[in-house]
């Protein structure tokens, strides 16, 4: 029995293990008991920044939290709520590890410590999808002088990459849309009313992208920075401010993985 049969058995069986302080609670409510996994194929996958993942049986991924905080973790949180409300453009989320700290008074704290989700394991990910068909298409025009020839193959070329990227444009207004619902049951995740402070705090942050731009870049003008900041001076004039909700983070496409759904 390897330490990652363990995980797999724990997750499943919904094991706790007790400390000093505190407990370690593992649920696994997508996982069967009885055939717990681990027991076929256990691998590592590669370094990541904030997470160390174990594959088990080619079915489950494993995440443990390599950056552990107080308090709920955004990734755990927001993959039960996805899970929960059956946004399907998501690997289930199926078990998940925390230690719960036991205060006398009841005032302890919990520490998000890993999440169990569905292995997607037939699938690319999206920013070397994206890569393969641009460089392809550099290869494909290499050459050819003639415009009108070059715009047709660019066309041709590109229309396979355009319609997975609106299939993910789709996919992104969807989670949006979910978040945006305001779930009276879940006030973590539901949307909040947003203030002329907030306005006036995303607008700061929006100029101090632009500045921090290296210059010169083509097109860039000091009339068009003009005109984004007047917009930026408009939001403070805005009578209906809106919500604000919850957003995934970390949304690029080395997140995103293309596959047979």
Do not use: C
Request: proline letters at 5%; glycine letters at 12%.
């Amino acid at each position: 029995m390897t330490s990652a049969d363990v995980f797999g058995r724990a997750l499943a069986r919904g094991e706790t293990y007790k400390g000093d302080h505190g407990a370690f609670r593992f649920g696994g409510p997508g996982l069967d008991p009885l055939a717990p996994p681990g027991h076929g194929s256990v691998r590592v996958m590669g370094a990541e920044q904030s997470n160390s993942s174990i594959v088990l049986d080619d079915a489950v991924i494993l995440k443990l939290i390599r950056r552990v905080e107080e308090g709920d973790n955004p990734e755990l949180e927001l993959n039960r709520f996805l899970t929960n409300e059956g946004f399907e453009y998501i690997p289930a989320q199926v078990g998940e590890i925390f230690y719960e700290e036991e205060h006398p008074e009841g005032e302890g704290v919990n520490i998000d410590l890993g999440i169990a989700q569905q292995f997607v394991g037939d699938a690319t990910e999206g920013w070397s999808e994206a890569l393969k068909h641009i460089s392809a298409l550099y290869d494909g025009i290499s050459g050819v002088e003639d415009d009108s020839t070059k715009r047709e193959q660019v066309e041709s070329m590109t229309s396979t990459l355009l319609e997975e990227l609106a299939a993910l444009g789709e996919v992104t207004a969807g989670l949006h849309i979910l978040f945006g619902r305001g779930q009276e049951h879940d006030p973590q995740v539901a949307r909040e009313s947003a203030t002329a402070q907030d306005l006036s705090d995303w607008a700061m942050h929006a100029r101090h992208a632009l500045a921090a731009l290296p210059r010169p870049i083509p097109g860039l003008t000091d009339e068009l920075v003009g005109a984004v900041d007047k917009r930026l001076n408009a939001i403070g004039d805005l009578d209906d401010v809106g919500a604000k909700t919850r957003i995934h983070g970390d949304y690029h496409l080395g997140q995103a993985l293309l596959g047979p759904r």
